[in-house]
């Protein structure tokens, strides 16, 4: 059984989106990352964004995750203007 059922879903609230957005902006993730999380709640994040997040709570959409994994680019690179006084990967 999926931890967020269909149902739950559909329930998602325009309140818990904004919740998501200032979430991720206080974390510094970036927009692309948090609307695609946003949108694929509930559903198990695909291999490579799971392993490109590295286990940090932090899921890189799926673009950003491809450039991880290829070493194009740094997890913690993708952190911009956060707002969380602990640095990325706690808080
Ligand atoms: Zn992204």
Excluded: W
Excluded at 25 to 38: K, M
């Amino acid at each position: 059984m999926p931890a967020v059922t269909r149902a739950m879903r559909r329930r998602f609230t325009k309140m818990t989106r904004e919740y998501f957005q200032i979430q991720g902006t206080f974390y510094g993730y970036p927009h692309c990352c948090i609307e695609q999380f946003i949108d694929t709640f509930g559903i198990q994040p695909c291999n490579p964004k799971r392993l490109a997040g590295s286990s940090t709570g932090f899921i890189p959409c799926l673009i950003h995750s491809k450039q991880i994994l290829n070493g194009k680019l740094r997890l913690k690179d993708l952190i911009q203007n956060r707002q969380c006084v602990k640095s990325f990967p706690r808080g």
